[in-house]
């Protein structure tokens, strides 16, 4: 990869810090894309784009989200919340206009961050996003693998709850479809890089990100006015396709790809594609 990745730690006004990662720092030539992880990860961008990146001209940019990595704790986050954290980010590094990309929850926070900051935001590609809780329209567990299930459900009872929950030992069992366990064992094998060192500072980041995604978001994913993509895949039970189809009927400027064949990982193998589609739509825009 020709991609090496600068770190460094932003004081926000609160005294929070976000752990920041950025490929190309100071490159103004390229676009730039902030990425959104998914639960539980760090914010370190996707090695497996850097070369199609490369090849589009994209600037990486990303950050833990609270409670994960080097970024502080923030009990009671939101979808707006975070979507203003890297509207911090942007503004120290001297971004104007920008696109997002993210998977899982991650997608869900790149859909906060448009809904957020409105026409600063190009266009959003979301893969595997996680839709609103409690709205019309959805039977939000329908679906479901079981251990998603019962640990959402936790959250949804309070962060108290969901911190006993995790704190039990309870295990969790994703459920990876074949489709899934196969894309691990190509260069998207990174995921297992991003997950145990994204809980060394605590179990809060999952615990909050579990928490904002039966919280309200503190915005209205509907008022979007960037181009969305979403990626998804029928055979995902982790986030199930409902909410894909729920996202898309109920996002003017969304465009859903739903794939057949794919699971809740498995889907990453489109993310190449996506790419150009949001250069070319964050270039018209």
Known sequence: MSDVVEE???????????????THPGDDARMPVFWHHGTPNLGSPPEPLFEVGDWLG?????????????????????MTSVARDLEFVADSLGIGDLTVVGHSGGGSYALGTAATLGDRVRAVVALAAIAPYAVDGLDWFDGMIPSGVATLRAAAAGREVKTEYEASGVEYDPEFTPADVALFSTSWGWLGTVVGPALDAGPYGQIDDDVSYVLPWGCDPAGITAPVMLLHGAQ???IPPGHAEWLAANLGTAKLALHPDEGHISILRHAEDSLVWLR????RA
């Open 236 to 238: 995902d039970r982790i």
């Open 8 to 22: 460094t730690d932003l004081r926000l006004p609160d005294g929070r810090t976000l752990h920041v990662y950025d």
């Open 280 to 283: 070319d739509r964050a270039g």
């Open 58 to 78: 994209l600037r990486w940019i990303g950050f833990d989200r609270p409670g994960y990595g080097g970024s502080t704790v923030a009990p009671g986050r939101t």
